[in-house]
């Protein structure tokens, strides 16, 4: 028959390819190995377990038929990430009560109508950070550092009420330190066998203290609510305190709010922080887009005009400029699938039950078959003339199916206001001519990125 074996690169005995796997930016390390893989596609053993990578986008298309494949938690660095955020919606397996139940109550909170009703958070935060730039004029600014106390702030005051006040302080906030160790931490349980995991005593500690750490500061979060502290009740908290699921008629339990809470504080600020940082930095190398987003800033938003909702909507050139930055710099690296049964991609690649199949944003986002000049950062590509002639599984940065982004349109809102606010008032200098030094953690993040900021009315 037709079957062709899925190419590997060379192991060793016994103990696979794990030794080869790097500790810091693996994700990185199998997009280089794409390279050596011209059918799109390769095979790998880590720790035990047998992985396949695709990025072809024809494979990719097939990947993402969920009559055939789902998102699979076993196997993956989410089985570990469950410890802190246990069956929230980011980590529940497909088949949890708790998965649905999440899913339905809500969704509504997350449609394009329900993004007006965050708006104001959204502004002040945004406002918050324009404060603080403003009064570092003409030093330099750590670009990532501010944009995740941006993104944190965001979704903690527009989701659950709670002010972080990331500005008003000179560190990040213990969360953070506690969520970036957690993170490493499960990602190097992922990669390695469970008796080197047993045998680093203190690190459990220290991951045990993290996530104490994140769950008390969630708990309170909870607490201030059922006391009556706090805002609206009808946002996220208020949704999951009260709503019950239509189809169960049951509503969320404590431990489930808990580890969701825990999940939107994570998964609802790490990925547009990298999104800005990236989007700052594709501006920085592209002066001619820049001087688009800054036409396209001065005509919708003169002089010190506040933006409203239904300006931040018009905008064409800003999206644009997001979209691409999300296709050149997935912040999410790399998200996983399984077949439900042995199938066969490809016409010739078997594939058996529950194998863990790893789809690479990097290679699939840049793939020659679907992208023309795939390295170049091009905001035409999205006008809607071109993009009708994309390959329709090409560019996955919000993931795929049921299980993609909840946040996505929280994300865009947010992100278009965060640009468009920022270009308003401010220029960029890269004085210290920075060089990208991608950091992992299940996210990716430029690491070190300072610019001087300047305002633009004084120097214009
Ligand atoms: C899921 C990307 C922002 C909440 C996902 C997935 C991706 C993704 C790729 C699927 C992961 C997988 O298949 O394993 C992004 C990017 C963002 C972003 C690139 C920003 C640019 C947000 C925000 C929120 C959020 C702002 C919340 C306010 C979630 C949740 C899930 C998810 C809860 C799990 C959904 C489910 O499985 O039911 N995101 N995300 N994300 N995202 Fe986002």
Redesign the pocket.
């Known amino acids: 028959n037709d079957l062709r074996p899925i190419r590997s690169p060379r192991g060793v005995p016994f103990l696979g390819h794990t030794p080869q796997i790097p500790s810091t930016n693996p994700v990185a390390y199998f997009g280089e190995l794409s390279q050596q893989f011209p059918e799109g596609l390769y095979g790998l053993e880590i720790a035990g377990i047998e992985q396949v990578f695709v990025w072809d986008p024809d494979l990719v298309a097939e990947v993402c038929d969920e009559t055939r494949f789902f998102?699979q938690i076993d196997k993956t660095p989410?089985a570990h990430v469950r410890d802190y955020t246990g069956a929230?919606?980011?980590t529940?397996h497909q088949h949890e009560e708790e998965?649905g139940m999440a899913?339905r109550v809500l969704l509504p909170a997350f449609s394009q109508r329900a993004m007006k009703g965050y708006y104001g958070q959204m502004l002040e935060i945004a406002q918050n950070l324009v404060g603080k730039w403003e009064r570092k004029e003409g030093q330099p600014v750590n670009i990532t550092d501010d944009y995740t106390r941006l993104t944190l702030d965001t979704?903690a005051l527009s989701?659950f009420g709670y002010r972080f006040d990331s500005f008003a302080k000179e560190d990040l906030h213990p969360f953070l330190k506690a969520l970036l160790e957690a993170l490493v931490e499960s990602l190097r349980r992922s990669q390695e066998l469970p008796m080197m995991t047993k045998m680093r005593k203190a690190d459990d500690r220290k991951y045990r203290a993290n996530i104490q750490l994140m769950r008390d500061l969630v708990e309170s979060v909870i607490k201030e609510r059922r006391e009556g502290k706090g805002t609206a009740e009808d946002d996220l908290l208020g949704l999951m305190l009260e709503a019950t699921d239509p189809e169960t008629g049951k509503g969320l339990d404590d431990d489930n709010v808990r580890d969701q809470v825990v999940?939107?504080l994570i998964?609802?600020?790490e990925?547009?922080s990298?999104?800005l940082s990236f989007a700052t930095y594709s501006l920085m190398r592209n002066p001619q887009v820049l001087a688009q987003a800054y036409a396209e800033v001065d005509r919708l938003l003169p002089g010190d005009t506040v933006p409203d909702y239904d300006t931040i909507m018009q905008m064409d050139v800003i999206p644009r400029i997001l979209e691409e930055t999300?296709r050149l710099w997935?912040?999410?690296p790399m998200?996983?699938k399984s077949p439900i049964e042995d199938t066969v991609i490809g016409g010739c690649y078997e594939l058996k039950k529950g194998t863990q199949v790893n789809l690479l944003e990097g290679p699939l986002h840049t793939h020659p078959k679907a992208w023309d000049r795939p390295e170049e950062f091009d905001i035409e590509r999205w006008l809607p003339e071109n993009r009708v002639n994309h390959h329709p599984h090409a560019y996955?940065?919000?993931?795929?199916g049921?299980?993609?982004?909840?946040?996505?349109q929280?994300?865009l809102t947010?992100?278009r206001l965060a640009l468009a606010l920022v270009l308003q008032k401010f220029k960029f200098a890269d004085t210290d001519d920075y060089k990208m030094d991608v950091k992992e953690a299940l996210t990716r993040k430029p690491g070190g990125f300072e610019l001087k900021v300047r305002s633009r009315r004084e120097h214009e």
């Open positions: 998102k989410l929230g919606l980011f529940a998965w899913h979704i989701g999940t939107f998964a609802g600020h990925t547009t990298g999104l999300l997935a912040p999410i998200i996983g996955k940065p919000f993931g795929n049921v299980r993609a982004c909840i946040g996505r929280f994300a947010e992100a």
